[in-house]
């Protein structure tokens, strides 16, 4: 993705905590036909074999993105948290309203999972999820023939890790003054994602000792 040198977040550990706060993400690969398919889903941030990190999702097996897989064509996952409108309004200079927004993309290629993988992998990921649930289920509270059964419905991949590029568009080019004022601004919004932008960019002006 384009990103100016002033939004680049080059720092790694990071970007790999980015993609564990914000799994939601927008799997994308190329079609034979030259069309790019694209599928939303978690997909999760895990050791492999090698200790390397890589990335580990599932598609419905109905999803015809599943046949894309394990190919030497790169896929890519695209991995956005908080954003938010910033008004030009805002400064106390004319100047045009842009956006500010946090987002990751990973690219790498992908392996389709055996069933026992598929299987050690989604009792990762139900006991991830559950762990705030008022009454938790589990792989084992489901019981495995059960699971095993549903399995038949899904495709299960991993994706090596061969680029990440992320994007940190928080105001950076304005002065202190400017800067400071977005971040009032936003903090007045009745909205979530601007209250987090607004957190994300005071936490880095104080870390940047500004």
Do not use: C
Not at 97 to 109: D, E, F, K, Q
Request: charged share 25%; glycine share 6%.
């Amino acid at each position: 993705m384009y990103v100016p040198k002033n939004f680049q977040e080059p720092d790694r550990d990071t970007l790999f905590q980015f993609v564990r706060d914000n799994s939601f993400a927008l799997l994308v690969t190329t079609g034979d036909d030259g069309i790019p398919v694209a599928t939303h889903l978690p997909i999760e941030l895990l050791p492999g074999p090698d200790g390397k990190f890589q990335l580990v999702g599932h598609l419905a097996k109905a999803n015809p993105q599943w046949k894309l897989l394990g190919r030497d064509t790169p896929a890519l996952a695209v991995f956005s948290g908080a954003h938010s409108y910033i008004s030009s309004s805002w400064y106390d200079h004319v100047n045009v309203p842009t956006w500010n927004y946090l987002s990751v993309h990973v690219t790498g290629r992908t392996n389709l999972l055996t069933a026992d993988e598929t299987l050690a992998f989604l009792r990762q990921q139900v006991d991830k999820y559950e762990v705030h649930s008022k009454h938790p289920v589990s792989v084992e509270s489901m019981t495995e023939d059960y699971v095993r059964k549903e399995m038949r419905g899904i495709v299960a991949f991993t994706m090596e890790i061969d680029s990440m590029q992320g994007a940190a568009k928080l105001s950076q080019n304005r002065d202190d003054k400017n800067y400071q004022n977005i971040i009032a601004e936003l903090r007045q919004k009745d909205d979530t994602d601007a209250n987090e932008i607004a957190t994300e960019m005071a936490a880095r002006r104080v870390d940047n000792g500004q």
